[in-house]
């Protein structure tokens, strides 16, 4: 395996009373992570849990995920499994140079002072760390406010830097969010031409006609400038959802190193051909730049894709495309979720009953 593919990595997490999940344990991570499984087993869940506990010790990340989700207010209780506010909802990670840490969450049954006129009130939901051997509570969060953050951890400059660049993209976003990140993204890669070059032709690769984008000002506002695909030069809302999306993942790809990206359904509103290309393209750039994946699907497609190409990537023996690639089945039975590593996609067909 080359330098490319060496970086921090989750090498384990364990889930335990978080929204739909009793218990769940997920052994022997690796760098692209596809969570494969019928509706209701959990998936989405796994996603959110372990991104929020690799975010939460830097930012107040549980509430802003879980309002995306659900697309409401939610309820402090409403994160425990099965609504008992009385448990410890509780994420642990483990990362490749053997360090964990927990982070968990509670609804605080008496008042608790944190000194510097900070303290969480009784009957609050706050979240805690628990590592390096110490312990130190994290975010108050405040009904109808914004989270009160009560200390900013650093825990190792690695750890930190995977922590902050991390980026989840649920199935839940909408266009006028997908748009106002598109052109932020965008935006950045503009100004590094090698990106900009490189970007173009994955996309042009993935779709198979030629792409290009442009800023161009919106009538109404000259100083307002939107992105525009192609010759026609439309606005990026104007495309269909399938390219906004591939080129929304291709984008936060590179644009980070040394982190990890979390995405829901990467098939959702693709071509099957467009999907393996994309599935190429996305474990290429996640090799390139250290980016560890955690991918969700429901689609026997995506799988192929990524088996069939972290196959094609200079990797001589079967051992080493297993440091590369992780395919886990989930079942969930009463909240116990179990997940499953499975890299062989008859196997895998048979057991989602695909091949029935």
Known sequence: MNKEQNGIQIRSAEIDNFRGIKECKIDDLSLVNLFI??????????????????????????????????????????IFYSYDENSKAEVKLKYNPEYEYSISFSIA????????????EKGQLYSCFEGDN????????????????????????????????ARIFSSTINKKELTTMLDAMLGQIKIN???????????????????DYEFIP???????????FGNER??????????????????????????AIFIEEIEM??????????????VDLAMKNRIQLFITTHNYDTFVGYALDTRKNDINTVKEQEKLFRSYILTNK?????????NDPTKIADELHFND
């Open 218 to 228: 919106r009538l109404e506002d000259r100083k307002d400038k939107r992105v525009a």
């Open 134 to 165: 110490s312990i130190r509570n994290l975010t108050a969060y405040v009904k109808n406010k914004s989270p009160n953050h009560l200390v900013k951890l650093t825990v190792g400059k690695e750890i930190d830097r995977y922590s902050d660049g």
């Open 269 to 282: 509103f693709q071509h099957p051909k467009a999907l393996k290309r994309l599935a190429k393209h996305t």
């Open 37 to 78: 499984g019928i509706n209701n087993s959990r998936k989405s869940t796994i996603l959110d849990a372990i991104y929020i506990g690799c975010k939460e010790f830097r930012a107040s990340s549980l509430i802003p995920v879980i309002k995306e989700r659900v697309q409401r207010e939610v309820l402090p209780y409403e």
């Open 334 to 342: 009463d909240g116990i979720v179990d997940a499953k590593i499975e």
């Open 193 to 211: 031409r090698k990106k900009e070059t490189d970007l173009i032709n994955r996309m042009s690769d993935i779709y198979r006609e030629e792409f």
């Open 109 to 120: 049954q008496d008042e608790i002072d944190e000194g510097e006129n900070k303290k969480i």
């Open 234 to 259: 439309i606005f990026s809302d104007f495309h269909g959802d399938g390219m906004q999306r591939a080129l929304l993942f291709l984008s936060a790809l590179e644009l980070t190193s040394d982190t």
